[in-house]
């Protein structure tokens, strides 16, 4: 199996930072795309921002400026750097990885289970 499992998450003021990380474990032969989803509360789930194995990235419009997304491929890692962050950015943030495991030869979606990033006014 792949088990990956978010940090960072936590409560900011408005015009504040976080740096979430995502780390992937398991039988992993290869990690394609990492991204970032949150969902706030009544809401559907969204794309923050996604990166590929080799390192090109796409944002929401929502977050483009202020977010950065990153990957180690050698941690398996994803890391979102959230910068200016705004009330409306309150959400739980999910990792996702379409991962490779040893031995198959079909790529699978995983899910983190979330971290909570609550931005105050």
């Known amino acids: 199996q792949v088990q990956l499992v978010e940090s960072g998450g936590g409560l900011v003021q408005a015009g504040g930072s976080l740096r979430l990380a995502c780390a992937a474990s398991?039988?992993?032969?290869?990690?394609?795309?990492m991204d970032w989803y949150r969902q706030a509360p009544g809401k559907q789930r969204e794309l923050v921002a996604g990166?590929?194995?080799?390192?090109?990235?796409n944002y929401a419009d929502s977050v483009k400026g202020r977010f950065t997304i990153s990957r180690d491929n050698a941690k398996n890692t994803v890391y979102l750097q959230m910068n200016s962050l705004k009330p409306e950015d309150t959400a739980v943030y999910y990792c996702?990885?379409?991962?490779?495991?040893?031995?198959?030869?079909?790529?699978?979606?995983?899910w983190g289970q979330g971290t909570q990033v609550t931005v105050s006014s």
């Open positions: 996702n990885a379409d991962a490779l495991r040893v031995g198959t030869t079909m790529t699978y979606s995983y």
């Open positions: 398991g039988s992993i032969f290869r990690i394609n795309a």
């Open positions: 990166i590929t194995s080799g390192g090109s990235t």
